[in-house]
C-alpha cells in the first residue's frame, strides 16, 4: 500500500461527516432546550418529552405507524422472500422489472396512483389502504436482501439433501430458510423502518383518522417549529437506530451499494 | 434438473400478482385516467349508464391540451430538472472524497464509516428537512450570524429560510447516501497495483486520479446519479416547507391537483410526464453503464 494518507481528503470527508450529523445533533440537543424557540440553549428540560406523553392525537399517531409498521413488513417479507429466492434461481425478466420499478420510480407516482386505485374500487381510505401501499414498496427492499443473501448460498447443499432422499419442502425447511434467515429477517427490519418512516406515499393514501407519526410531524412543522417536535424526532430517531443496527449485524452486505 | 422449474415459477406468482395489482394496474389506471374528465366535486368524472344499458364514459384529450397549451409546465419540469441536476452535481462533489476515503482507509474501519453515512440516512425524512428548518430560521443562529456580517458592512439583512438556496442544501443532505453508496461499492473494487505501477512509472497524485480512479470510477457515478436524480425530480416535501413560493416543483403541483384542487385528470398528465422522464433517465443510466462495461 503506498497510498500515503492524504490530508485534503480526511478534511473534505470529515467537513461532509460534520453536515451530515450537524443538523441531527442539532435537532436532538433543542428537544432538552428549555425554550420554546429552537434559538438559544436556555437549559436543561425533559418537559417536551412530557408533553408528548400527554399528547393524544400523537400516541394515536404512534399507535397507527407502529401497527402499520408491523402488519406491512410481515406482509412484505414474506412475499419479498418469495420474490428474491425466485430471483435468484430462475432467469426471470418480468419479476425482477416489476420488484424493482417501485424503488427506482419517484415516490409521489406511487402514492397518486394507488390513490386513484383505492377510489376507483370505492375503498376507504385508512390503515387498511396505507398498508397495502407499504406492502407494495417493500416488498423490493426485502426482495434485494433475500437475493444477496441466497446468491452466497452454496447449491451443492440443496442438492446433496435432495440426493439423500429429502422432499423439495423438507429441504426448504432444513436447508434453505435457516441459511437464509439472516437475510430474510434483514429484510424484515429494514421494512419495518422503511414503513414508519415513509412519509410520501402515506400521505396520499391516508384518511380522515389514520394519521401516522411521520403526517403528525408534517403537519405540525408546516403550522410552527416547536420543541416537541424536536422531541418526537428524537424518539424516532432512537427506534430507527436501534433496528438498523440490528439489521446491519443481522447481513451487513444488504447495506453496501444497493 | 427439469421438474425443479414448475415450482420456482410457482414461488413468483404471490408477489408477481401482489405487484401487478398495487404496482402495475394503477400506473395504466393513471394513464387511463389522464384521458378522463374531472369530477364535478373533485376526482374523476363518474362512469354513467347509457341508454342500451351499457355502461360508460366520455373521454377527452383535453388533459394533454392544458399541458402543451401555455409553457407554464415546461418551464416547471425544466426548473425541476435543474434541481436535479444541480442537487446531483453537488451531491457527486460532496460525495466523491467521502467516498474515496473510506475505501482507501484500512478494513477495521470501513464498515465503521460506511454505517455512519447510512445512519443519518435511515432518520426519518421529514426530521432531516426539519432539522434545516431549524438551521435556517430567522431566529435561528445562522441568520443572526450572517446578517451581523452583512450589517458590518453595509449590506441589507437576507432570509435563509423559504429561498432556493435552502432547498437546495436541504437536497442534497437528503440525497448524499444516495450517492456515496454506490461511489464506495465501485471504489472498493479498484485494483491498487493500477496506480502503483502508475507511480512507478511517474504519474503524479492528480494524473493518477485523472487517468485512472475516475475513469475507472464513472460506472459508480452513473449509478450514483440515477439514485438521487429521480427522486428529487419528484420531490414535494422540500419545496413545501423550505422552498416558499418561488421554490415549487413539479411535485408539488402533482400534489396541489390531486390533494387540493383535486383536479386528478391533470394531475395523471403531470404524473405521467414525470414517470415517462424517470424511465427515460434510468434507461439512458443503464444504457451508458452497459456501454462502459462493455468496454
Known amino acids: 500500500m503506498m497510498i500515503k494518507k492524504n490530508l485534503l481528503l480526511w478534511i473534505s470527508a470529515a467537513l461532509v461527516y460534520l453536515f451530515l450529523y450537524l443538523p441531527l445533533v442539532i435537532v436532538v440537543v433543542f ?59 430462475n432467469r426471470l425478466r418480468f419479476l425482477p422489472l416489476l420488484v424493482l420499478a417501485p424503488i427506482a420510480m419517484p415516490e409521489i407516482l406511487m402514492g397518486v396512483s394507488l390513490l386513484l386505485l383505492f377510489i376507483m374500487v370505492n375503498m376507504t381510505l385508512g390503515l387498511l389502504s396505507i398498508m397495502l401501499a407499504h406492502i407494495t414498496f ?19 447443499l440443496v442438492e446433496a439433501a435432495r440426493d439423500l432422499g429429502a422432499s423439495p419442502w423438507r429441504c426448504f425447511r432444513e436447508i434453505t430458510l435457516p441459511l437464509l434467515m439472516p437475510g430474510i429477517l434483514a429484510g424484515g427490519l429494514m421494512a419495518f423502518t422503511l414503513s414508519i418512516d415513509d412519509f410520501v406515499i402515506t400521505f396520499f393514501t391516508a384518511g380522515v383518522g389514520s394519521s401516522t407519526l411521520p403526517l403528525q410531524i408534517y403537519s405540525m412543522v408546516k403550522i410552527a417549529v416547536t420543541p416537541e417536535v424536536n422531541a418526537v424526532s428524537t424518539l424516532l430517531m432512537l ?20 | 434438473m427439469q ?39 373533485g376526482g374523476l368524472a363518474p362512469w354513467y349508464l347509457q341508454e342500451g344499458g351499457r355502461l360508460t364514459m366520455d373521454l377527452t384529450l383535453e388533459n394533454w391540451q392544458r399541458l402543451v397549451e401555455s409553457d407554464i409546465y415546461l418551464r416547471l419540469f425544466l426548473k425541476s430538472i435543474g434541481y436535479a441536476v444541480a442537487t446531483t452535481l453537488i451531491c457527486m462533489i460532496m460525495g466523491y472524497p467521502l467516498a474515496l476515503m473510506i475505501a482507501r482507509s484500512g478494513r477495521k474501519h470501513r464498515d465503521l464509516l460506511l454505517l455512519l453515512v447510512i445512519l443519518p440516512f435511515w432518520s426519518n425524512f421529514l426530521v432531516r428537512i ?25 449590506a441589507a439583512p437576507v432570509t435563509l429560510m423559504y429561498s432556493p438556496t435552502a432547498m437546495l ?62 427522486p428529487v425530480l419528484g420531490m414535494f416535501a422540500i419545496p413545501d416547507l423550505l422552498g416558499g413560493t418561488n421554490g415549487i416543483m413539479i411535485g408539488n403541483v402533482i400534489k396541489q391537483q390531486f390533494m387540493e384542487s383535486r383536479d386528478w385528470p391533470f394531475g395523471s ?9 424517470a424511465v427515460a433517465v434510468v434507461l439512458l443510466g443503464s444504457r451508458l453503464g452497459a456501454r462502459r462495461e462493455g468496454r
Open chain 2, 269 to 277: 398528465v403531470l404524473s405521467m410526464v414525470l414517470t415517462v422522464t
Open chain 2, 3 to 41: 421438474r425443479k422449474a414448475w415450482y420456482k415459477y410457482l414461488l413468483s406468482l404471490p408477489p408477481m400478482a401482489y405487484l401487478l395489482i398495487f404496482f402495475a394496474a394503477p400506473t395504466f389506471l393513471m394513464l387511463f385516467a389522464t384521458f378522463r374528465y374531472a369530477g364535478e366535486y
Open chain 2, 169 to 230: 442544501v436541504c437536497l442534497v443532505y437528503v440525497h448524499l447516501p444516495f450517492m456515496v453508496l454506490p461511489l464506495y461499492a465501485n471504489l472498493e473494487k479498484h485494483d491498487f497495483d493500477l496506480l502503483d505501477a502508475a507511480q512507478d512509472l511517474g504519474a503524479g497524485k492528480w494524473r493518477r486520479f485523472w487517468l485512472i480512479t475516475w475513469p475507472l470510477s464513472l460506472p459508480g457515478i452513473t449509478a450514483g446519479s440515477i439514485l438521487v436524480f429521480i
Open chain 2, 130 to 154: 426539519y432539522a434545516w428548518m431549524i438551521i435556517f430560521s430567522p431566529v435561528g443562529a445562522l441568520t443572526r450570524m450572517l446578517n451581523g456580517l452583512l450589517d458590518l458592512i453595509g
Open chain 1, 239 to 258: 427506534l430507527t437506530l436501534v433496528v438498523i443496527v440490528g439489521a446491519s449485524r443481522l447481513s451487513p452486505a444488504i447495506f453496501r451499494g444497493e
Open chain 1, 138 to 156: 417493500c416488498i423490493g427492499f426485502v426482495a434485494l436482501s433475500v437475493q444477496a443473501r441466497m446468491s452466497s448460498m452454496d447449491p451443492a
Open chain 1, 31 to 89: 428537544s432538552f432546550n428549555d425554550s420554546r424557540l429552537n434559538a438559544e440553549w436556555v437549559g436543561f428540560t425533559w418537559k417536551w418529552y412530557g408533553k408528548l406523553l400527554h399528547n393524544r392525537e400523537m400516541l394515536g399517531a404512534a399507535m397507527n405507524s407502529l401497527i402499520i409498521a408491523t402488519v406491512s413488513a410481515g406482509a412484505a417479507t414474506i412475499l419479498g422472500t418469495l420474490a428474491g429466492m425466485a430471483m435468484s434461481q
